[in-house]
């Protein structure tokens, strides 16, 4: 009896076999297969559709993570969702709301504004545009920071001795073994 229920108990070597097999056929062998390569895109950004709402807008550049909340929040979206299950009128929705936010002035990436004196809030390539049109005004003022730009070296007091070296020249008092 004892040799019966022990046999019973242990499976078999055939059935490790099977479930291995199986699950080898279930695996998908091709990329397209995997259900997680749909890709949306968001203000000219194209981001994967299996990830969630609430991390996926924080790809988009000139969203932080405390906006991708907010706006969330103010859109009535459920931070956890999967961006593949946006439809496209709520896509035209967050796009719009990213293009004009409705948020508190210490959320926005723009405070007072040189040119114009408003906050504003620029995502994507409008915020890169602007960034390097503000780098090269301070190259042609000749400001400290201007000068610091212009020679690759960092512009906001950090240390330079041991970093920003940049391989100008390799170990000056180093000899090679």
Not at 11 to 39: C, H, L, M, Y
Not at 53 to 63: R, S, V, W
Not at 132 to 159: N, V
């Amino acid at each position: 009896m004892s040799e019966q229920k022990t046999k019973e108990k242990m499976p078999s070597s055939n059935t490790k076999e099977k479930s291995k097999k199986e699950f080898v056929k279930k695996s998908p062998q091709t990329p397209e297969a995997d259900n997680r390569g749909r890709i949306i895109r968001i203000m000219q950004k194209d981001i994967e559709g299996g990830m969630k709402l609430y991390p996926g807008l924080t790809k988009i550049k000139g969203i932080s993570w405390s906006l991708s909340n907010v706006v969330c929040k103010k859109l009535n979206f459920d931070k956890n969702r999967k961006i593949e299950s946006l439809t496209g009128v709520e896509i035209k929705k967050l796009e719009e709301f990213l293009k004009n936010p409705d948020v508190p002035n210490y959320l926005k990436n723009r405070q007072k504004d040189l040119e114009t004196g408003k906050d504003e809030h620029l995502v994507g390539s409008n915020l890169e545009l602007r960034k390097e049109f503000d780098i090269k005004r301070l190259k042609k003022i000749k400001s400290y920071k201007g000068y610091r730009h212009a020679a690759g070296l960092p512009a906001r007091g950090q240390r330079t001795r041991a970093h920003f070296r940049k391989n100008r020249s390799r170990g000056a008092g180093i000899k090679k073994k």
